[in-house]
């Protein structure tokens, strides 16, 4: 059962009185659910202390504290600790407070219902799945492991709560809460984890639970794994109320969060998360050992690399071999081929395959 938190402190504890008489006998816990300072008399940290008290004294449920991670430290810092359950929404990146629920996205496709929704991740070192009630087991019980499908050469925010390299010795503070690029993967079952990645600036293998991976530096278009809803700021908190579609490619230019902990993809409808999971570069970064290419529909050859009507030497049709002298970047991170003829074709993925 969730209850928001609105209105005056006298309004609000009048509220409760009445649920004693009215409580919710089917409740395995109440959450409440604070995510707009509304409150206009007295201290949001006041007003979130006297909800846990006046529900305390009302039942013996368990009571679970919600809201993303900002507004939890800004306005109930001190009142949330009291709770038996944090459960915190944070899409960036692991939250870096203490948490035993995560909501890690608001994109979660669930087939039976034909719609993406909210989703989270129980921290079962905190509380087992049993702690939580039925229904929420049925909708946790797959996020078993962290996102596993890294690849050398990508980059990882190492979390602050990382403590243990993969050989178990551990991590030093200063080293944690940084970007790193990966220079190799393994893949391996280790805790939560079916990846291990090798940071050669630490010398040592991070499991892939303790990183977020991050796109850096410009990479041109994206192709979208997932629908991703577009956000006016790049802090990801107010939302346009539109999204791209899954399979979408985007062009868009890669920033810093204001947070300095991650990065979004800047594109001209707004902001969304620059999170590797999420999408995958449009274009070939780097020359296969086979050195050719197939085209997979009608592309045009370019006697000069900037690709423009004028500059189109020749048409070349679906299922064409080409041979590739090298791969070249853009200022604006998209890519292109050169050929063994000395002309150019693009290096879109959704134009050519190796």
């Not at 008290?53 to 009291?82: C, D, P, V």
């Not at 939560?192 to 278009?221: E, N, P, R």
């Not at 979208?224 to 107010?238: E, F, G, H």
Request: no cysteine; charged share 15%.
């Amino acid at each position: 059962m969730f209850i928001w938190l609105r209105s005056t402190l006298p309004q609000f504890a009048s509220y409760l009185s009445s649920f004693q008489t009215d409580p919710n006998k089917n409740a395995q816990f109440y959450v409440l659910d604070f995510e707009e300072n509304d409150v206009t008399s007295g201290t949001t940290n006041a007003a979130v202390k006297a909800w846990y008290e006046e529900m305390s004294a009302l039942t013996s449920k368990k009571l679970i504290f919600y809201s993303y991670q900002s507004f939890a430290t800004s306005y109930a810092n001190t009142a949330r600790q009291n709770f038996d359950a944090q459960w915190i929404a944070n899409y960036s990146t692991t939250p870096t407070i203490s948490y035993a629920l995560w909501q890690y996205t608001d994109n979660n496709y669930l087939s039976a219902l034909g719609e993406y929704t909210d989703n989270s991740q129980a921290v079962t070192s905190v509380h087992p799945i049993s702690w939580w009630m039925d229904s929420v087991t049925t909708a946790l019980s797959h996020v078993t492991y962290a996102y596993s499908s890294y690849k050398a050469g990508q980059h990882i925010y190492l979390h602050k709560g990382a403590t243990k390299y993969v050989d178990g010795t551990a991590i030093s503070t200063a080293d944690r809460q940084k970007f790193y690029a990966i220079s190799k993967v393994k893949s391996l079952t280790q805790s939560k984890s079916k990846q291990a990645l090798y940071i050669s600036s630490l010398g040592k293998w991070v499991l892939s639970q303790d990183a977020t991976g991050f796109w850096v530096g410009q990479h041109g278009s994206y192709t979208l794994r997932q629908k991703l809803n577009i956000y006016s700021n790049a802090a990801l908190t107010k939302k346009t109320g539109s999204s791209y579609a899954s399979g979408t490619t985007v062009a868009g230019t890669v920033v810093k969060a204001p947070s300095g902990k991650s990065y979004r993809i800047k594109t001209s409808k707004g902001y969304i998360s620059a999170n590797t999971q999420y999408s995958n570069h449009a274009y070939y970064e780097s020359l296969g050992s086979a050195k050719t290419i197939t085209t997979k529909k009608k592309v045009y050859e370019y006697s000069k690399s900037i690709f423009k009507q004028a500059n189109r030497a020749s048409a070349v049709t679906k299922g064409t071999k080409l041979t590739v002298t090298a791969v070249k970047k853009r200022s604006t991170g998209s890519r292109y081929f050169v050929l063994s003829n000395g002309k150019y074709v693009t290096a879109l993925q959704s134009y050519v395959t190796e």
